[in-house]
């Protein structure tokens, strides 16, 4: 079988309806851009006590929040572009690594600072009036 007739029969095998559902998942392009969202959370509440500190973090809602300075806080995507895993903030190297291949990113704007991943996380805004802070994009 040449590579034209391995790739034919390949989307041949992705359209039948009868082949077992992990042939269908792989067949299926996984989207790892980041969700939609807009909620608040209340930093007085101790939930989201991590978020009152300089170098604290929390992921909510799909999203990684990251309390950069005392007054900046970063939102990225808490999904790897690479394989979807779950990420985590390195406060000591202003980083969002990674743990399953070693991507990673630009803890400020999410580009991507090194391993596997095709692209930057997707950033949100965040603003803080009082205590609640307003997470959107
Ligand atoms: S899933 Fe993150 S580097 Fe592979």
Known sequence: MDRKDFLKNSAALCGLALIPSGIIQSCKKQ????????????????ANAA??????????????IMRL???????????????????????????????????SFNASNGSVLGGPAPTALKKYTATLNGTILTVAG
């Open 31 to 46: 989207d790892y851009s980041g969700p939609n969202v807009n909620f608040t959370l209340d930093l007085s509440q101790s």
């Open 51 to 64: 978020l009152n500190s300089v170098g604290g973090s929390l992921a909510v809602n799909g999203v990684l």
């Open 69 to 103: 300075d005392p007054s900046n806080f970063s939102v990225l995507s808490a999904t790897c572009t690479h394989q979807g895993c779950q990420l985590g903030y390195n406060s000591g190297m202003s980083k969002v690594t990674c743990p399953c291949h070693g991507a």
